[in-house]
């Protein structure tokens, strides 16, 4: 079937035994209790999802299968002379459970350099849309037309056997992340290059790619979407974009149509778009203050005012999150050794000195902590990308690494049809009461 396949299919059939045995043994063990706020407020911290290629800490940050970020930037492969992890080696890490070699990442390159050609339709209908469709929009849409080419919903029309779904999924997977970085680039010298569009380079890695199809052709440019592909991958389950590509694939859509879905969650200005509020809130910042480069004192006036407002500070809190984003840090140095002096960078420098113990005042507020959206803006700034409505976009081809990856892992393991059960507040006020009973079957 192809080596990667095969040692996703032996580790798949591992954990499905592992997972029968331990329900079979523990399944009616009570892991918890779930509050009324929790199910009006989000339901937030009910553990309902199992996820396989990472695990949030609210603490040490997000890892994936048992690795940090610091350590992913050891100890996965780069390109001969780079510093940055390559993201297919991520990508095999999140599939197959194990750090890849150097032969395997090449050989994930290979794979997905064969795997990214794009119908000629897909550009047909994105150049339907009107040029001053956001590119989030664009991107959805372009995911959706290519749905044609899906194994998946072919296999499955012609009556294949629930044994063989994980296989049609893992091949979308594959064909999907190979063809995203010809899609988003399209977009991206669609609406901002006057349609002046590049053709791939197959001498490159995956992330490379994709800069040389943006235009972007500088090795630090490379290097840094090396680590924000990588960085931006996964985030657990939980997640609004993650956790609706497993909604939606529950439902045996095939992964174009759960991808589209967990893109349309991704474009919420509460999840991805987030990274596109932060460069906007930093521009108007210095426009309000007058200068580049305001002061610590400066920033920490505006953020009250930002406050006082009755609106948020982009790029600060998260939902489970209760220290400094490893994500951020990663980036930070990052800026630290290729940019040090850049204006805008040293802005969100100062930013993060200023804005923490503002927040922190604030009773309510318990991560006062930037996110990984507070930095990744003024870095692509630094190297020309100042285009920031599409820098959901450049967070939407990352995602798909890690969705997908679980999406593949949903079907290997047989997780069924997800349905949870909701009341109304009419029947909780009953309930209150003694006159209903709705935690039950």
């Not at 080596?3 to 029968?20: G, L, T, W, Y």
């Not at 991808?259 to 108007?284: D, R, S």
Request: include cysteine; aromatic fraction near 10%.
């Amino acid at each position: 079937m192809g080596i990667i396949k095969d040692r996703f299919k032996e580790k798949a059939d591992v954990v499905a035994a592992d997972i029968k045995a331990l329900l079979k043994e523990h399944g009616e063990k009570v892991i918890g209790e779930v509050t009324l706020s929790q199910i009006y407020q989000g339901m937030r911290g009910i553990t309902a999802l199992v996820t396989e290629t990472s695990l949030l800490d609210a603490q040490d940050g997000i890892r994936f299968r048992g690795y940090s970020i610091p350590e992913l930037r050891e100890k996965l492969p780069k390109i001969p002379g780079g510093t940055e992890p390559l993201p297919e080696g991520l990508f095999y890490l999140m599939l197959v459970g194990t750090l890849p070699s150097d032969e395997d990442v090449n050989h994930l390159s290979s794979v997905w350099q064969r795997r990214s050609h794009v119908p000629n339709h897909v550009f047909a209908t994105i150049e339907a849309l009107p040029v001053s469709t956001h590119p989030m929009t664009q991107f959805v849409v372009a995911i959706m037309s290519l749905q044609t080419e899906s194994q998946f919903s072919k296999r499955y029309a012609k009556g294949m056997s629930k044994k063989d779904y994980w296989e049609a999924v893992f091949d979308d997977t594959m064909d999907l992340i190979a063809r995203l970085p010809r899609i988003a680039a399209y977009i991206y010298r669609r609406k901002y290059k006057n349609g002046e569009h590049i053709q791939p380079n197959g001498l490159l890695d995956w992330s490379g790619n994709f800069a040389h199809m943006m235009g972007f052709e500088e090795e630090g440019f490379h290097e840094l979407m090396r680590l924000y592909m990588t960085i931006h991958a996964d985030h657990e389950g939980g997640n609004v974009s993650a956790h609706t590509t497993h909604l939606v694939g529950s439902a045996l859509s095939d992964p174009y149509l759960c991808f589209a879905a967990g893109m349309n969650g991704l474009a919420g200005p509460l999840h991805g778009l987030a990274n596109q509020e932060v460069i906007k809130w930093i521009y108007e910042m210095r426009e309000s203050i007058g200068t580049d480069i305001p002061s610590k004192v400066q920033i920490e006036d505006y953020v009250k005012k930002t406050l006082s407002e009755g609106k948020v500070v982009p790029g600060y809190g998260h939902a489970v999150l209760r220290e400094t984003d490893p994500r951020f840090t990663a980036q930070m140095e990052f800026g630290k050794k290729h940019m040090p002096d850049d204006p805008l960078v040293q802005t969100v420098w100062n930013i993060y000195e200023a804005v923490p113990p503002v927040l922190g005042s604030i009773a309510k507020i318990k991560n006062p902590w930037p996110n990984v959206d507070a930095h990744s803006g003024a870095l692509l700034v630094h190297y020309g990308m100042v285009e920031y409505e599409f820098y959901t976009v450049l967070f939407g081809v990352s995602r798909s690494l890690g969705v997908l990856a679980s999406l593949c892992w949903d079907r290997a393991l047989g997780f069924p049809l997800e349905r949870p059960k909701s009341v109304s507040t009419r029947l909780v006020k009953a309930w209150l009461e003694g006159k209903e009973e709705i935690w039950g079957d």
